[in-house]
């Protein structure tokens, strides 16, 4: 059974970095991508960086050039370097693998707090 455990979440001041990790406790195959989310309470849940099978990354236009996602060459590991954190990046932030066109895995979500 694959789980999905994220890391390196807290509390930080703004301009103060962090850096999420999610980590794959079993072999996962035909991956479409890794992915992190975030969903502050009451609001729809939002993609926020993507890394594709090719190492291709996209990102929502609030953190391009604050957030780096990365991977490692094993695909079991996916990070995301947040610099620049603004009250506003305060959300849960969950990791999410694609597979195929068919499934998905997600992370029980950790918790980014930015304060002013």
């Known amino acids: 059974q694959v789980q999905l455990v994220e890391s390196g979440g807290g509390l930080v001041q703004s301009g103060g970095s962090l850096r999420l990790s999610c980590e794959a406790s079993?072999?996962?195959?035909?991956?479409?991508?890794m992915n992190w989310y975030r969903q502050t309470p009451g609001k729809q849940r939002e993609l926020v960086a993507l890394i594709d099978g090719s190492g291709r990354t996209n990102y929502v236009d609030s953190v391009k050039g604050r957030f780096t996602i990365s991977r490692d060459n094993a695909k079991n590991l996916v990070y995301l370097q947040m610099n620049a954190l603004k009250p506003e990046d305060t959300a849960v932030y969950y990791c999410?693998?694609?597979?195929?066109?068919?499934?998905?895995?997600w992370g029980e979500g950790t918790q980014v707090s930015v304060s002013s």
């Open positions: 999410n693998i694609k597979v195929g066109n068919w499934g998905e895995y």
């Open positions: 079993g072999v996962i195959f035909r991956i479409t991508s």
